[in-house]
Nanobody, 121 residues
Framework: VQLQASGGGLVQAGGSLRLSCAASGRTLSGYVMGWFRQAPGKERDYVARITRYGMYTFYSDSVKGRFTISRDNAKNTVFLQMNSLKPEDTAVYYC???????????????WGQGTQVTVSS
């Protein structure tokens, strides 16, 4: 499956952004979908994941209560709604597909190209 992330940008602290991840090549419903992020000089960190039909969602402690992951399998798209953004949320955000529900990045086999999110203080 090919993934294309979009929706990043520059926003002030406290603001919101909605990221999208469009899939092509395979139907998205066959995969658990995750979002990860990587800040400059840091490792790629897990952000959130959603099971195949959206029944379950999981979040890292750092974004719980502020971010919401969702999916529209009919449109082959996954979303990440980010509210109450903080400067420490600044990173390149990646969407990824896995065959099982996991927060481990190495178990995701398909990755989008990333979209930059910058939060100013």
């Amino acid at each position: 499956v090919q993934l294309q992330a979009s929706g990043g940008g520059l926003v002030q602290a406290g603001g919101s952004l909605r990221l999208s991840c469009a899939a092509s090549g395979r139907t998205l419903s066959g995969y658990v979908m995750g979002w990860f992020r990587q800040a400059p000089g840091k490792e790629r960190d897990y952000v959130a994941r959603i099971t195949r039909y959206g029944m379950y969602t999981f979040y890292s402690d750092s974004v719980k209560g502020r971010f919401t992951i969702s999916r529209d399998n009919a449109k082959n798209t996954v979303f990440l709604q980010m509210n109450s953004l903080k400067p420490e949320d600044t990173a390149v955000y990646y969407c990824a597909a896995a065959d099982k529900s996991t927060s481990t990045s190495s178990e995701y086999h398909s990755w989008g190209q990333g979209t930059q999110v910058t939060v100013s203080s």
